[in-house]
């Protein structure tokens, strides 16, 4: 056995690890409360790259229409499905609750306030922010880590404003659009779950969900999904485009994509009620 | 081996015993980390040149190339393409000069959802709008007949070899009719009578249309067949630089173990 080995295997004396493991861990906590600092500065910077791109020509309008039927038309299943289940929850918990406090009458408006101010909104946000969330994630990170990013810089095409602008667009503008599906076929299944059990027609239903509702009611809330988008196509575009690693970055990018959208997404709710409940009183 | 320069009337331009020099690198220095991957690397390239990078495998030949065509930025040094420095610019202002330059991947990096066809169609989509559909088409079939991958028009990247693969990859980036050409290992994983057709096909670019390249290769071979000159990096630096036979004649061990072994 030579010296070098000996030394190396008996280790440096104790109190030279203390000093060793003393900066060792001084600089994991650094790193850990730096960390999301960090993280948030590369997402602010990365933001506005993706603004001034979108902002420049040449435009992407191939591109971005591309994206529309991947975002909003192959969404429309599954997020519709979504909206149906809830509808019928909200239909048989509101029937039970309201029964016991005798406010059956109540019925109507309690669904499609439901479903169109809170429900609705959430649940699509969180249905778009897995499958479109991780899919675009995944799409990215697999471009980034066999170089087909930096094949398309290499082309003179600006990345930004082809992969993440058209998609963060595309996420933006069909939420709105995807909410409102889900919240018809939530009234719908309400409507029709409510009517198996009790006489009520859609039309009753429609006018006394309805009545004395306005604008503000309904609009703001839909409308707020345009920053679900927002949040959606920007977290998973950023995730995607800093991807290392090969095969276990690309996966560690589509779940961080889906978790990170679905908690800021909800974080942000917090705030849109609030700023709507002011704002559109 | 010795060179006159003379500043032309643009900025930072020169030119080298009578031709322009189109790539002029000063000083790179390049780390990742404590890796220290280029140290003061200084070259040049003029039109209708072809210059071979060599050394051994992590010395930093791909991080130059990237470097060259700005994906990467250097630590420090400049990089010049037709007299303007790359530093300091946006990423469109570095775009309007990357539509002159093609640029080969190593492993080809073909968009893997388009197919072949679609992929050397790719940046004349965005940058040919001008031509008509069925132009394009002409142009796509003719750039994948002279890499001999005519008759993969419709197949997916996954479905061919990765030699097949770099074929496509060269046609991509011949798409626009580039003045500056930087190939990484345009050679490797070919059949030596593909690798014949792909030096005769930088050879009729560099003598016709007075294309630049810069080619980083392990064959030498390759190397010596179609290159004016060859630099020979080791540990960050250019160890020599010259015409083949300056590499031949030189005393440098590293140089003559380098040829031994090739």
Known sequence: MSDRQVTADAGPPASEREDLLMPSAFNSVIDMIAGPFEWFGN?????WQVVRAAVTPPYEWRELVRQLDEVGSKSLPLVALAGAAVGVVISLEARYSLSRFGAKSLFPATLVYSVVQVMGPIITGLVVSGRVGAGMGAELASMKVTEQIDAIEASAINPFRLLAATR?????????LLTLAADLCGLLTGWFAQAMVEPLSFHQFIESGFKGATFNAFLPPTFKTAVYGLIIGLI???QGMHTRGGAEGVGRAATNSVVLASLFLILADVVLVKFILVVFP | MTATYDISAK???????GRLRVVAVDNLHKSFGSNHVLEGISLSVCSGETMAVLGRSGTGKSVLLRLIIGLDKPDSGSVCIHGQDLAG???DQIGAIRIKMGFL???AALYDSLTVAEN???PLQHHRREMSRSEQSDRVRQLLAEVGMDGNLDKMPSDISGGMQKRVGLARALALEPEILL???PTAGLDPISSGEINDLVLTLQREHHMASIVVTHDLHSARTIANRLALLDEGRVVIEGKFEDLEQSDIPFVREFLKQS
């Open chain 2, 183 to 185: 190939l990484d290992e």
């Open chain 2, 120 to 122: 050397v169609a790719f």
């Open chain 2, 105 to 107: 991947f190593q492993h």
């Open chain 2, 89 to 91: 610019l946006t990423l």
């Open chain 1, 168 to 176: 963060i667009l595309a996420c933006i503008l069909m939420l709105p």
């Open chain 1, 236 to 238: 998973a575009c950023f």
């Open chain 2, 11 to 17: 900025q930072g331009e020169a030119k080298e015993d």
């Open chain 1, 43 to 47: 997402l602010g910077i990365f933001f």
